[in-house]
């Protein structure tokens, strides 16, 4: 069964860092998802990989995919307090499976 | 609407008593999926449908849960003799049957269960 791994689960920034969330997967994909999360609120996509090395951004954030590897990663440039959510990867396989991972709550502090 | 939709959003209910909750895709989406969100937790799979093929029940908890979509379109999940357990966000999405396949989710159905 496919695996979803990320880290970290939890993480405080202060506003002006930079940093990475990654998130592995146990099984063959050459699809992996990010989301975001607002409190209370339901999940809004924000980028979409579809090949090895494929590489999004939008913004103070950048995804990127090695399949090889099983492995995306969001990068956060100079954080602001806008960016504070929680950040779900997540992995299609079988087609149509869709797994996600734990999810990640950033704070950003001023 | 234009995006997806779920009914009820806000369910209180008591141990034992049966629960349905709806769901309305996007128009012309093929894929169907329902998860449930634990208070502060990650998203838990609970089944998918995908045009008229059998679903993929695989990540359904107990035979006490049971989904339906009817008509390639609206989808109801069940929760027949609900337990605290139960207690979630229930969260329903649709997608396009196309090769980016990102999903589009409903603002869920929050189910308290006494």
């Known amino acids: 069964e496919l695996k979803v791994e990320q880290n970290p689960l939890f993480l405080s920034m202060q506003e002006g860092k930079n940093y990475t969330i990654y998130c592995n997967y146990s099984t063959t994909s050459d699809r992996l998802y990010w989301y975001r999360q607002d409190p209370g609120k339901s999940l809004e996509s924000l980028f979409v990989?579809?090949?090895?090395?494929a590489v999004k951004q939008e913004g103070r954030l950048m995804a990127s995919l090695d399949t090889k590897a099983r492995l995306s990663t969001l990068h956060i440039t100079a954080a602001v307090h806008d960016l504070s959510a929680t950040y779900f990867c997540?992995?299609?396989?079988?087609?149509?499976?869709?797994?996600f991972g734990a999810g990640t709550r950033l704070t950003v502090k001023p | 609407g234009a995006g997806v939709s779920q009914s009820p959003s806000n369910k209180v209910t008591e141990k034992g008593k049966d629960v349905e909750l709806r769901c309305d895709p996007i128009?012309?989406?093929?894929?169907l999926y329902w998860y449930r969100q634990s208070l502060g937790q990650g998203l838990e799979f609970l089944i998918y449908f995908q045009g008229n093929s059998a679903p993929d029940k695989s990540g359904l908890p107990s035979d006490r849960f049971s989904a339906e979509r009817t008509g390639g379109s609206v989808s109801t999940l069940t929760i027949q003799r609900t337990q605290q357990e139960d207690s979630a966000v229930y969260l329903c999405?649709?997608?396009?049957?196309?090769?980016?396949?990102?999903?589009?989710f409903g603002e869920g159905s929050r189910l308290t269960v006494l």
């Open positions: 990989l579809l090949s090895n090395g």
């Open positions: 999405a649709s997608s396009p049957w196309m090769l980016a396949g990102e999903l589009f």
């Open positions: 997540a992995v299609r396989y079988n087609n149509n499976d869709m797994r």
């Open positions: 128009s012309g989406h093929t894929a």
